[in-house]
């Protein structure tokens, strides 16, 4: 069995381990059913760049402390000290912004595991995560309309994408908790499974797909990501540059020779 190694931080609020070719990310705020605070946004960080220089981390899982909560929202007790004055407020989220833009621009699988509570920054933090694997039991929504705050646009267009205008516009008007079921039928999470099977499918779910090819996963995650832009307009040049890519590489060789052996390939993202 690989031993796990874990990431130096500075918060013990945030816990960053590596169990073979995934990189774990935990919230671990469990008594505040892992509302994130600002030490947290910056652990997350931290996290995602040890992930991303690491060779070995071939998917980033995502996952609450506990079962209560993935990730339940902002610390909102911190707010008075953290996001009451307009210089506080760009402060926190410059730091909260660094976080999104990390798992936003990570070239590895992300994949959010959910059991609890997923409500308004959790959400935001799911959403932007490629895949969502969700425990029968799990609550969704985003309360801004109750605590008078603005929604910024980057976060309304990654919920826009997945689940469409309408469910958008009632996610946010009503600003209700939606169950697992509701999730699933509108596309915001990608499996709903029962809570005690949870820890065992989503660490299936990422072997399976950390022994793909790492250049073709890139190559895949960069072209829907161009392809989903308006403005500027998606790099053809750049989608077909990484396509080339994986064909010159030595893991489409070994792809060749596995199948041709029938055999399991072993790919090494080279």
């Not at 652990?43 to 995602?48: F, K, Q, V, Y």
């Not at 990654?158 to 699933?184: C, M, Q, W």
Request: with cysteine; aromatic share 8%; net charge neutral.
């Amino acid at each position: 069995m690989t031993e796990a190694r874990s990431i130096p931080l500075d918060t013990d609020k945030m816990i960053g381990r590596i169990e073979g070719p995934v990189g774990w990310m935990v919230f671990n705020n469990p008594e505040r059913r892992n509302a994130v605070s600002l030490e947290m946004w910056e652990g997350m960080a931290a996290i995602l760049e040890a992930f991303e220089a690491d060779p070995a981390v071939r998917v980033i899982a995502l996952k609450g402390a506990g079962d209560k909560a993935f990730v339940s929202g902002a610390d909102i007790s911190q707010f008075e000290k953290q996001r009451s004055s307009p210089e506080t407020i760009a402060q926190y989220d410059a730091v909260a912004g660094l976080a999104q833009r990390r798992l936003a621009e990570s070239a590895k699988p992300t994949l959010a595991m959910i059991q609890g509570y997923c409500i308004g920054g959790g959400l935001g933090i799911a959403v932007t995560c490629d895949l969502r694997i969700a425990a029968e039991g799990s609550r969704f929504g985003v309360p801004a309309a109750r605590l008078g705050l603005g929604y910024g646009a980057d976060g309304v267009k990654k919920l826009l994408d997945l689940v469409g205008p309408a469910n958008t516009r009632e996610i946010f008007y009503t600003a209700r908790h939606f169950s697992a079921e509701e999730a699933l039928g509108m596309g915001l999470v990608n499996r709903v499974v029962p809570a005690d099977d949870l820890a065992a499918y989503v660490g299936d779910y990422c072997a399976r797909i950390a022994e793909n090819a790492p250049l073709t996963l890139r190559a895949l995650k960069r072209t829907v990501t161009e392809l989903q832009r308006t403005s500027p307009a998606a790099d053809r040049a750049l989608c077909d540059k990484l396509v080339a890519d994986c064909f010159a590489s030595q893991d489409y060789m070994e792809g060749r020779r596995a199948f041709m052996e029938k055999r399991r390939p072993v790919f090494r993202g080279v």
